[in-house]
Every structure is written in structure tokens, then in C-alpha cells.
């Protein structure tokens, strides 16, 4: 409905008339040849049975039934294209609607809603690499699916009439319920014939779609009542307490500009390293006081080169020690990150990062700050540093 121009719902019937004309005439016109020339299906479905019928009329492998066969092709591409326009719009409407994952409502670089092509598409791969491209066996999913689709519309526009009840109703409803009936005992027949032969896939994938969908809108509604603030409430500034940590593996570049990140949004700022060479961490941490004295170096030692566990430890010790009946501060963990000129790069570099990122993510008084260094970039190497050196500490 919403692809055709205003009226759009004169337009689409008109459309929808034209083609169950067109579907009518065709199927008579092949059954009729069918039955004239004795075609009977091939087993395995290979030849079909309009290729038969166009091979008894024109001749097998005459120009015309070449013809005949491409134009099917192609019309069976533009009937499956038709699935790529529909689809994407139906799950945007229910992203907006909650019921799908909010990525579906939002439009790609090209304009056109591109998870909804990219989900119909690897289920698309996914089926065809199941049944082997066998259309014998693909058709009873797309009969339960279609039947299932018209069988709820009619009973919709019955429940319609009964609601709205308005000029002509009783003429609406009595078609609608007879769609309703006609259609739902197709689908029975459908389900009862082709249920081993594919269709219970349909049969039991549909309650689950159900049922994933019911379960997203639980979770968005669960998500905005939580989210939800009162009316009522004036809102200004917090008085609790705020830190910065900032995780290092050694005094460069990238460390420096964290650093002074973390020195911009709180005033107690340390740093933290976690190394399993305990000598060359104090090497580090007498760099480290020596070029940057006002900013802690914590040295977390550990017997095997893992960085998570310990750091998530670290910070829980650090809540600890926190006085008794003050709110626990919020903590910025500052993680400085190098960003290589070249995509081959990327995955050489940051990955430690990337895990202790998602580790923190939901961790509870806890924000974590990505402090991007690219190469080239003007660093506070040279204006920071300079004015913050101080001479060596005397032992």
C-alpha cells in the first residue's frame, strides 16, 4: 500500500484485481493444455509442467519455447524481487512499532532499508542451501506462508466490519468471511498434504516469529518504563564524586592523550597496568613518575598475560576502599587506543582494548571513554608535556 501513489488504496486493488485475472486466465489456459496434450508432472518436478506444456505447443527447443521459458525466468525474478520491496518496509513498520530490532526502521546510504534486505536475503541462501534449490520442496513453505497471510488479512477485514460497521458493511463482511473460510481451509489441506514434505517448517517457524517478536516488544517496553522519568522531577547537578583510570601498557604517545583526557573529566586521575614482568612495571612506573608526577601509576602484576579479570578485580578493590556511607563515584576508564592509517592494520592493534571495553560496558558506576591516537595527529606530547616536566626526583 504505501509504495503506490494516492489513492492508494484504489490503486492497489486495481493492481490486485488485474493480477488474479491475469493468474486465473493463465492457470485455466495451462491446465486446459495440460489435459489436452496428456502432461502429466515429472518426477522430480524437472521438467515442470509449463515447460511441457510450452514444449508440446511449440516445439521442444523451437525459438518460441526458448522464449517462453526465459520470459518465465523472468518473471519469477521480478515476482522475487517483489519480496526484497515488501519485506524491508514490513519489518521497518514493526521496528517502529517495536516488534523488531530498531536497526530494520532505519535507511541505508542508498535509501532503502538495508537490514531488512540483508535478513531476507541470508535466509533466502539459507533455504535454497537446505532443500538444494528444489522447487517441489520450497513451494509448500511459500503455499503455508501465502495462505497463512490471507486467512489472517480476511479474518482482520472481518473484525473490521464488525468494529466499524459503516456503508456496506454486511456485503464486506460476507466476502471477507467467505475469503476467511475458503482460505483457511486451504491452508489446512496445505499443511495436512505437505507437512513432512517441508511445510512443518512454516508451521513451526511462524509461532516462534511470533513469539521473538512479543518478546522485543517486552523488552523495549521493559527498557523505556525503567528509562522513564517522572514529570514532576527538576533536575541539577550531581554531587557525587567522580574518578578517572586510565589503562596503560606503557608511556607513549596515545597514553599521554588519554591521560590528559581523563585530567578533563575528573580530578582524581590514576593509572593502571597490568603486566606479568613486575621489574619491568617499576621500570615503568619511574618513568612514569618522573614525566607525569601528578598522576598515580598502579601496578597490577599477575602470573598469566590476562587483562580483563584483573582490571575488573582492580576496580572492584578500588570501590572498596571507598568510605562508608558516601555514594560510590562514577569511574571514567580511559583506554587509549592507536588507529593505523591502513584497514589491513586494525587488526594488529587495540584488541585488548576491544575486550576489556565490552567487559566494562555494563559494569555498574562505571563509564568507559575511547581516546582515539591517530598518526600524525598534534598530540599533547608537545604541548602538554613541556609545560607539566619537572627534573629528575632525587633518591
Known amino acids: 500500500m504505501p509504495a503506490f501513489k494516492p489513492p492508494e488504496s484504489r490503486n492497489a486493488a486495481n493492481t490486485m484485481g488485474a493480477m488474479a485475472v491475469l493468474l486465473g486466465v493463465s492457470f485455466v489456459g495451462v491446465s486446459i493444455v495440460a489435459v489436452a496434450y496428456s502432461i502429466v508432472p515429472s518426477v522430480g518436478g524437472y521438467p515442470s509442467v509449463v515447460s511441457l506444456v510450452a514444449a508440446a505447443v511449440f516445439g521442444q527447443g523451437s525459438a518460441l519455447h ?25 519489518a521497518a513498520i514493526l521496528a517502529k512499532d517495536g516488534y523488531m530490532p530498531r536497526q530494520f526502521a532505519f535507511r541505508g546510504d542508498r535509501l532503502a532499508y538495508s537490514w531488512g534486505i540483508t535478513l531476507l536475503a541470508a535466509v533466502a541462501v539459507a533455504l535454497i542451501a537446505i532443500f538444494g534449490g528444489t522447487t517441489t520442496l520450497l513451494i509448500p513453505l511459500y503455499a503455508v506462508g501465502v495462505f497463512v497471510c490471507f486467512s489472517i488479512s480476511q479474518l482482520g477485514m472481518v473484525r473490521h466490519w464488525l468494529r466499524v460497521r459503516g456503508a456496506g458493511w454486511r456485503w464486506g463482511l460476507a ?24 511445510a512443518y517448517l512454516v ?3 511462524i509461532p516462534l516469529l511470533v513469539g521473538m517478536m512479543l518478546f522485543i516488544r517486552h523488552q523495549y517496553a521493559a527498557s ?49 597496568t597490568v603486566t606479568e614482568d613486575g621489574e619491568a612495571a617499576r621500570r615503568l612506573r619511574d618513568e612514569w613518575e618522573r614525566r607525569i608526577p601528578d598522576v598515580p601509576l598502579d601496578i597490577v602484576e599477575t602470573p598469566s598475560l590476562r587483562l580483563v579479570e584483573p582490571m575488573v578485580h582492580y576496580l572492584d578493590l578500588l570501590e572498596e576502599g571507598q568510605p562508608t556511607g558516601l555514594e560510590a563515584p562514577i569511574t571514567f576508564v580511559v583506554l587509549p587506543e592507536f588507529v593505523p592509517r591502513h584497514w589491513w592494520d586494525r587488526p594488529l592493534f587495540n584488541q585488548s582494548a576491544g575486550r576489556l571495553r565490552r567487559a566494562l560496558v555494563g559494569r555498574l558506576h562505571t563509564v568507559v571513554i575511547d581516546v582515539p591516537y591517530r598518526r600524525g595527529e598534534a598530540t599533547p606530547v608537545q604541548s602538554a608535556l613541556p609545560l607539566r616536566a619537572v627534573p629528575p626526583a632525587s633518591t
Open 224 to 272: 523505556a518504563k525503567k528509562l522513564e522519568v517522572r514529570s514532576d522531577l527538576v533536575f541539577t547537578a550531581p554531587r557525587r564524586r567522580e574518578r578517572a583510570v586510565v589503562a596503560v601498557d606503557g608511556l607513549d604517545r596515545a597514553a599521554v592523550q588519554a591521560v590528559n583526557v581523563a585530567r578533563s573529566v575528573a580530578e582524581d586521575v590514576r593509572a593502571v
Open 175 to 198: 466476502v471477507n468471511g467467505l475469503g476467511a473460510v475458503v482460505t483457511a481451509i486451504v491452508l489446512a489441506i496445505v499443511v495436512y498434504e505437505k507437512f513432512s514434505g517441508g
Open 203 to 205: 508451521v513451526i517457524l
Open 66 to 90: 526458448v522464449t517462453f521459458l526465459v520470459a518465465t525466468m523472468l518473471i519469477l525474478f521480478l515476482a522475487a524481487n517483489t519480496s526484497y520491496n515488501a519485506f524491508p518496509r514490513l
